[in-house]
T-cell receptor, first 116, second 116 residues
């Protein structure tokens, strides 16, 4: 069975400093992994996705994530935080075992706070 | 190109009433997914539909909840005899038809249901 664990429920950084949001996954299959961002009272926006191509995935707004099979990790990073990055971030794996590739399994979320 | 459209954005119902949530997928998308987000949690898969077919309803509660995606018109998630525990944000997502299965889901802005 597939699952994702977001290791931090809350991360606080200062504007201009690096961001690291941690995610570990468990999958019996070669996983498809995603990071989504959710701003307050809004829908989810896809930041980036990994689907077994390059292990370093670049997304929108300067975010990137590295797929590390040996560590079963897919951490999200950004070199310099901006105030507008404050939001909820979800690490997500596609439940390939169900045969329904639109069935996504979400982590619990990490709230990113950016201080001026 | 309009994204996934959900309405209403906010819905208040008293216990025992019915709630109807509507979702129009992106243009050209024929697959619709419904997810529920309880407070302080990630999203949980409910149901996957194609036009006039329920493909996977493994995440739907056994009672009071139903979903449809008719040949014409939006997809509807229906909750009968709502209870306080149904209060949540309900998100709809869509994806292209078969042959584009690596495309990520596109989410709407959600319907926030409050049961009083």
């Amino acid at each position: 069975a597939q699952s994702v664990t977001q290791l931090d429920s809350h991360v606080s950084v200062s504007e201009g400093t690096p961001v690291l949001l941690r995610c570990n996954y468990s999958s019996s299959y070669s996983p498809s992994l995603f990071w989504y961002v959710q701003h307050p009272n809004k829908g989810l926006q896809l930041l980036l996705k990994y689907t077994s191509a390059a292990t370093l995935v670049k997304g929108i707004n300067g975010f990137e994530a590295e797929f590390k099979k040996s560590e079963t990790s897919f951490h999200l990073t950004k070199p310099s935080a901006h105030m507008s990055d404050a939001a909820e971030y979800f690490c997500v794996v596609s439940d390939r075992g169900s045969g329904n590739t639109g069935k996504l399994i979400f982590g619990q979320g990490t709230t990113l706070q950016v201080k001026p | 190109n309009a994204g996934v459209m959900q309405n209403p954005r906010h819905l208040v119902r008293r216990r025992g009433q019915e709630a109807r949530l509507r979702c129009s997928p992106m243009k050209g998308h024929s697959h619709v997914y419904w997810y529920r987000q309880l407070p302080e949690e990630g999203l949980k898969f409910m149901v996957y539909l194609q036009k006039e077919n329920i493909i996977d309803e493994s995440g739907m509660p056994k009672e009071r909840f139903s979903a449809e995606f008719p040949k014409e018109g939006p997809s509807i998630l229906r909750i009968q005899q709502v209870v306080r525990g149904d209060s949540a944000a309900y998100f709809c997502a869509s994806s292209p038809p078969e042959g584009q299965r690596n495309s990520p889901l596109h989410f709407g802005n959600g319907t926030r249901l409050t049961v009083t």
